[in-house]
């Protein structure tokens, strides 16, 4: 049987975080960042479980009693103590497959984009919450890299990716373009990789992850970023893109549907002023949900119309991420989504009894 990678529209066990710290780059915005992802645990725990890696045993004991007096149930909360780097599950959290017809966890290497940061804990951290039995299916390692964010899947064999990540050299330098697609296809069952030569995101860190510029809300649609101002510095980029995507065809043959997502005015850091990856293209999906990154725009209303035409049948809940992309991220790459059945089954009471 073939592998398959779950689209992120597969129901899910729980959403995977890990907290920052006060060693970490969020050290002098630390209480801002940490009232951002309180509302995303409220969010998310309203739908499903929430699974937080923390620092040390002291920042679990807070948290627990936190999200106690918020309201948030304990058998929707997970806390372990796990060291890591940084706060960016999306890149350094397994990715769930089914395998043979069974679910399983596979782990990549995560070398903070290509070496650009610390990143040796958070390569670390999914075997150490295997190790306390936080999972209930294998957890692979494979010996290659590849980020949750740099890879959208529609669920039925397809990949949407983009060159300046995958092929970057900074990455699996002795992979060509051939090479990726036959591993792309081994591992993940992508029997179609579609690839993205243009886009980008100033402050972005990441090469053009297409977790910032295009995504699947289901097998036909794709949402995407779209600049509609010419003197924009994104712009010639951004509607090449927008171009190439016009032109992908499903496995059919018919086109993609296509839903644009307006454009921000510039966001820059407050200290530096050096411009910020603000992108609504960020959303991240659960269970009967869709939570939906906001900067305190104009645009924020109409983002959230737009994907509300993608997504009729989900809650659309916005969350304000003017202090995440702070740190060159937003609310997807915070987060990576934990396929139905790949937990313990007594991840959550465990995390009960924490909160008594």
Same mark, same amino acid.
């Given at each position: ?140 390692? *494979?010996?290659?890299? $590849?980020?949750?964010? &740099? +890879? /959208? #899947?529609?669920?039925?064999?397809? =990949? ?10 900074? *990455?699996?330098?002795? $992979?060509?373009?051939? &090479? +990726? /697609? #036959?591993?792309?296809?081994?591992? =993940? ?168």
């Amino acid at each position: 049987m073939a592998n398959r990678l779950f689209p992120e529209w597969h129901p899910q066990d729980a959403v995977q975080l890990t907290w920052p710290s006060a060693h970490s780059d969020w050290a002098s915005m630390l209480s801002r960042i940490e009232a951002t992802l309180e509302h995303m645990v409220i969010a998310i725990a309203r739908y499903q479980g929430v699974l937080i890696s923390v620092a040390d045993d002291a920042t679990r004991t807070r948290l627990a009693a936190t999200f106690k007096q918020l309201g948030v149930p304990g058998t929707r909360l997970s806390l372990r103590v796990v060291s890591s780097d940084d706060t960016w599950a999306r890149d350094h959290g397994p990715i769930g497959i089914e395998r043979d017809g069974h679910l399983t966890l596979l782990d990549y290497r995560f070398t903070g984009w290509g070496g650009k940061f610390p990143a040796t804990q958070d390569n670390a951290l999914n075997q150490a919450l295997a190790e306390q039995g936080v999972f209930a299916v294998p957890l692979i390692s *494979r010996e290659w890299i $590849l980020e949750g964010g &740099a +890879i /959208e #899947s529609d669920g039925q064999g397809t =990949l949407l990716t983009t060159e300046a990540c995958l092929l970057n050299e900074n *990455r699996n330098p002795t $992979l060509d373009r051939a &090479a +990726i /697609e #036959s591993r792309l296809a081994e591992d =993940l069952g992508a029997h179609r990789v579609l690839w993205l030569a243009h886009g980008h995101l100033e402050g972005d860190d990441t090469d053009s992850h297409v977790d910032t510029l295009a995504r699947f809300c289901d097998p036909q649609t794709i949402a995407y970023v779209r600049c509609d101002d010419p003197t924009d510095t994104h712009y010639a980029a951004l509607a090449a893109m927008e171009d190439e995507l016009r032109a992908l065809r499903q496995a059919d043959g018919t086109p993609y549907r296509l839903i644009a997502l307006p454009w921000p005015r510039p966001c820059c850091d407050p200290e530096d002023g050096h411009r910020l990856p603000a992108t609504y293209a960020n959303f991240l999906i659960i269970n009967g949900a869709v939570l939906v990154p906001t900067y305190g725009d104009a645009a924020d209303s109409v983002a959230l119309s737009a994907l509300a035409t993608a997504f009729p049948e989900r809650d659309l809940i916005p969350i304000d991420c003017r202090e995440v992309i702070r740190q060159h991220g937003s609310l997807h790459c915070l987060t990576m989504q934990l396929p139905k059945g790949s937990l313990s089954a007594s991840l959550f009471d465990d995390a009960d009894d924490l909160q008594e």
